[in-house]
């Protein structure tokens, strides 16, 4: 099933951007020469018409109490401290500790309550912020964001979705929406795989054969109205585009120093590698860290993997608003649910959706702010519940994205957001 | 000396609140001290009717401990704990309070134990130093380093073990990796090395972190031997649910003698120990459940193996080692091994009965 929604806000975007800066937006969206984001008028319009989503999904749930909402002195507090930040009276957990000196820019919900435990259902349930729902494939926060923020006439990536472990891997779908806001996967390689031309056609007939298919397409559609000959036309003119994307996923095209600030490790280097997307003009950039699911040795799992997180998310939030990207660059994480407040023999934490948090960082969010409350030992939502429809109504609202519209499916309206979710206003700037 | 492995069994088992992570025995009595996941440390007597927890009380507001108590030794007519956060303290026995208290380690603390002779203490941490102490004034004796401080793949290493050797004369660390360091007492130097890498699971593809680490090290009565203990490969290391895994050394040869992997009873060996004959070593542990395993020193084989009643995070025995005292989750326990009465000797005259009727020994 093909996306029906009404293109009218995309009509306009395209409209207004191919009037005011046609030939600057051609230069843009061939995102293989990033030294075009140097041009100032370029740059500004980029600036004004892009806003980005970078989500780190804590693949298999990371545990709330060691990461946003720690129970110091309790039963179910665990070994950890809490540790201040540079926003008084907000403290979480001692293995963030760059984190902690960045809360300014991050907002924490502490109080989700999702309701569903299992992997694959919760996992389900925040990439698409509702439950499932027979004969119906809805799209996921990627394929709306891509929906919703990618320029018609882009020719880099909408979504792409970096998911290298095995476990609990999970692709990302873009339902009704169709193909064209499918993620550009990326699992076994941090550089994506066929898009090369093939050695066999040199680049002279790859546009030959691109120009006799242009002049044929034309024509025929010149006597047809049909928006499925507008998909494949616009399909093929992002091809090129795509094909030379290969250089955004290469690193090694950045200055040692910002390789070496981003370290080693491979979260770092996707964390990197989104940065350099979204600067390039992809909307919704999706880099999975698995696998928190800490059932034996909850503590010594979390003191590597939370690790890992402080450093690539501080390094990433620094690096976008030293660019000043940060402002229109919306950085999430979120997992599928979060980790039983109770310790088993094992020293793990079992999956846990009743109470639990996510952050959010950046574009349209009021850093410095904590929403909803757990009760001491994390066992309930004291104040502020929240789902997964109001988690994404608040990034849809932070993105400046109309969380009330509607897709349709034949005369079926689709809401963006579950019915009755609401924007978590606290958070929003 | 009259302890049957095969004679084990449950004594007495006493619930107990939190995670009991570490504990040291009064000599000749069941009173036990542990350390515990409420930050605080209890006297807990085995030996009366109905025995309660009673906690060791700071005097003052910024004593005690501020995390899990993970190492508790009886040295110098003293109490000495340490915790994740760091700290040593020293506490009167008598009066339950702090005597002394020493920020002692940047990171946490994974154990403390009491030399032979009670005159050191040594703490190891995750910030890759153990440190010798003079259990009389707390003076650092020796700090030593030999364990990197990252993992090949990047992330914080951990130093989780430490045993001194019986002769006192050497003291030996384990870590994450599967470093062990054995250090020459008298002037702080290695005086060996060895590898034990199967104790480390690192999973590069499915879940992309790591579990294991040498979690418990144990010199035989002669000082020859040293056993390090630990848990075998993972498949799914979101659980403890690989094998237990002992490796026996001849250290100063470097020599493994014995690598004892099980998996009836899985999960990590928190705590190990050699009979003082040598011939027999009891390990314990667990994942969700608990085990104890007492292995023939000679073949490497199980003698006996059995079900606990809570994951052990410690253990000792009694002076005739025919009597273990443990804690783990949630749980004080106390078994005996003690073998039943020899009978009569055989008439000169009378066959002797044949291998084939004795009782077989249970796991073997």
Redesign the interface.
């Known amino acids: 099933m093909s996306g029906q929604a009404s293109n009218a806000g995309r009509s306009i975007d395209r409209r207004s951007f191919l009037g005011t800066a046609a030939g600057t937006a051609a230069l843009a969206a061939d995102m293989t020469v990033l030294d075009g984001l140097k041009n100032p008028l370029l740059a500004g319009e980029v600036k004004r018409q892009q806003k980005h989503v970078i989500l780190l999904w804590l693949a298999?749930g990371a545990s709330q109490l060691e990461t946003w909402d720690p129970k110091p002195?309790r039963?179910t507090g665990g070994?950890?401290?809490p540790i201040k930040t540079d926003v008084p009276g907000i403290e979480i957990c001692e293995l963030l500790p760059k984190m902690a000196q960045r809360m300014k820019t991050t907002a924490v919900i502490r109080s989700l309550n999702t309701g569903i435990g299992d992997h694959g259902g919760g996992a389900s349930l925040m990439e698409t912020g509702r439950r499932k729902e027979p004969g119906l494939q809805f799209p996921d926060l990627g394929a709306i964001s891509a929906r919703e923020l990618g320029r018609a006439d882009s020719q880099v990536p909408d979504y792409v979705s970096m998911y290298?472990?095995?476990?609990g891997r999970r692709k990302g779908t873009s339902g009704f929406l169709g193909s064209r806001f499918a993620p550009m996967f990326l699992s076994d390689s941090l550089v994506p795989a066929n898009i090369h031309r093939l050695d066999a056609l040199s680049d002279l007939d790859h546009r030959e054969r691109n120009d006799l298919r242009q002049l044929i397409a034309s024509r025929f559609s010149r006597q047809r109205q049909s928006q499925a000959v507008g998909s494949q036309l616009n399909a093929y003119q992002r091809v090129r585009g795509i094909m030379a994307s290969e250089k955004l996923f290469d690193i090694e095209q950045e200055p040692e120093s910002a390789r070496a600030r981003y370290?080693?490790?491979?979260f770092g280097q996707q964390c990197l590698i989104a940065r350099r997307l979204c600067e390039a003009g992809v909307p919704f950039v999706k880099v999975a860290?698995?696998?928190w699911?800490?059932?034996?040795?909850n503590f010594?799992?979390h003191?590597?993997?939370c690790?890992?997180l402080d450093h690539s998310m501080s390094t990433l939030l620094d690096d976008l608003q030293e660019r000043g990207m940060l402002e229109r660059t919306l950085v999430v994480t979120l997992a599928e649910f979060g980790r039983t407040p109770n310790?088993?023999?094992?020293?793990?934490r079992d999956h846990f959706a009743r109470a639990w948090s996510m952050s959010l960082s950046g574009c349209g969010i009021k850093g410095g702010t904590v929403y909803g409350k757990t009760d001491a030992d994390g066992q309930h939502v004291a104040d502020g519940q929240a789902n997964a429809g109001d988690v994404f109504a608040t990034i849809f609202q932070a993105l400046g994205i109309d969380y009330h519209k509607e897709y349709h499916l034949g005369s079926r309206p689709i809401p963006l957001v579950d019915f009755g979710a609401k924007p978590i206003k606290p958070v929003l700037a | 000396m009259n302890a049957d492995p095969s004679a084990f069994k449950k004594n007495k088992e006493f619930s107990c609140?939190?995670?009991l992570f570490s504990m040291a025995r009064t000599p000749e009595t069941g009173r036990l001290f542990y350390g515990s996941?409420?930050?605080k440390v209890y006297e807990f007597d085995t030996a009366v009717e109905k025995p309660a927890p009673v906690a060791f009380q700071p005097q003052e507001q910024q004593q005690g401990h501020?995390?899990?108590v993970t190492g508790v030794a009886l040295a110098a007519g003293q109490l000495v704990t340490g915790s994740?956060?760091g700290k040593l303290i020293w506490w009167d026995l008598e009066q339950r309070h702090v005597v002394r208290q020493l920020d002692a380690h940047e990171k946490?603390i994974r154990n403390v134990i009491a030399s032979p002779d009670g005159k050191m203490v040594c703490s190891v941490g995750d910030d890759m130093q153990c440190k010798v102490w003079d259990a009389a004034t707390g003076e650092v004796r020796h700090v030593l380093q030999g364990h990197q401080a990252e993992t090949p793949?990047?992330?914080?290493s951990?130093l989780y073990a430490n045993a001194f050797s019986p002769d006192g004369k050497w003291l030996a660390t384990g870590d994450k990796v599967g470093h062990i360091v054995v250090w020459n007492l008298a002037d702080g130097k290695p005086a060996g090395a060895l590898e034990a890498p199967g104790m480390y699971t690192w999973d590069p593809?499915?879940?992309?972190?790591?579990?294991g680490g040498i979690r418990s090290l144990a010199f035989s009565h002669d000082s020859k031997f040293l056993a390090a203990g630990g848990i075998g490969k993972i498949g799914n290391?979101?659980?403890?649910?690989g094998p237990t895994r002992v490796e026996i050394f001849e250290w100063q040869t470097g020599k493994r003698v014995h690598l004892l992997e099980d998996d009836k009873q899985k999960?990590l060996v928190e705590q190990m120990e050699f009979h003082p004959s040598g011939q027999w070593l009891l390990a314990a542990g667990?994942?969700?459940?608990?085990y104890v395993k007492f292995y023939n020193t000679a073949d490497g084989k199980i003698i006996h193996q059995e079900k606990t009643p809570?994951?052990v995070h410690g253990f000792e025995f009694n002076e005739a080692y025919d009597t273990v005292y443990g804690v783990?989750?949630?749980k004080v326990a106390v078994w005996e091994l003690k073998a039943a009465p020899a009978k009569d000797e055989p008439a000169k005259d009378e066959p002797k009965p044949d291998a084939a009727e004795k009782p077989a020994a249970k796991g073997a």
């Open positions: 298999g002195g039963p070994p950890f401290r290298s472990s095995t476990e370290g080693p490790k491979q860290r698995a696998w699911d800490s059932h034996g040795q010594e799992t003191r590597e993997l690790a890992d310790i088993n023999p094992s020293l793990g | 609140p939190g995670i996941s409420d930050f501020q995390s899990y994740y956060d946490w793949h990047h992330y914080p951990m593809k499915q879940r992309r972190h790591s579990i290391i979101d659980h403890l649910g999960g667990g994942d969700h459940a608990g809570m994951h783990g989750h949630g």
